[in-house]
């Protein structure tokens, strides 16, 4: 059971990456996935999370109208994709899972959380 995070890079403010999420040794279509992200000297704080079905999605303020969470669930993958970025984007970007993703979204308990992918936007 594990989750990879990818797609992390160096890009330049106003620009976009794509993140990954896959999954290996369980059905990700049936929890839903969240986004996190740790900057330097800040602590974890959530993204983005989406359901199990793809039909709820919540964003934390700072990302809202820059970004979009998906998931296909038959090649058991998450994205998110971040658009505008800005040089407080930059941050460690993790997924993991939960039961659901309706109230306190963010909140534990998530689970196999991914490695990591590095994003980091120059100004």
């Known amino acids: 059971v594990q989750l990879q995070a990818s797609g992390g890079g160096l890009v330049q403010a106003g620009g976009s990456l794509r993140l990954s999420c896959a999954a290996s040794?369980?059905?990700?279509?049936?929890?839903?996935v969240g986004w996190f992200r740790q900057g330097p000297g800040k602590t974890r704080g959530g993204v983005s999370c989406?359901?199990?079905?793809?039909?709820?999605?919540h964003y934390v303020d700072s990302v809202k109208g820059r970004s979009t969470i998906s998931r296909d669930n038959v090649s058991n993958t998450a994205y998110l994709q971040l658009n505008s970025l800005k040089p407080e984007d930059t941050a460690v970007y993790y997924c993991?899972?939960?039961?659901?993703?309706?109230?306190?979204?963010?909140?534990?308990?998530?689970?196999?959380w991914g490695q990591g992918t590095l994003v980091t936007v120059s100004s």
């Open positions: 040794g369980f059905p990700l279509g049936e929890v839903a």
């Open positions: 989406i359901s199990a079905s793809g039909r709820k999605t």
């Open positions: 993991a899972t939960r039961a659901g993703c309706s109230a306190n979204y963010f909140a534990p308990p998530y689970s196999n």
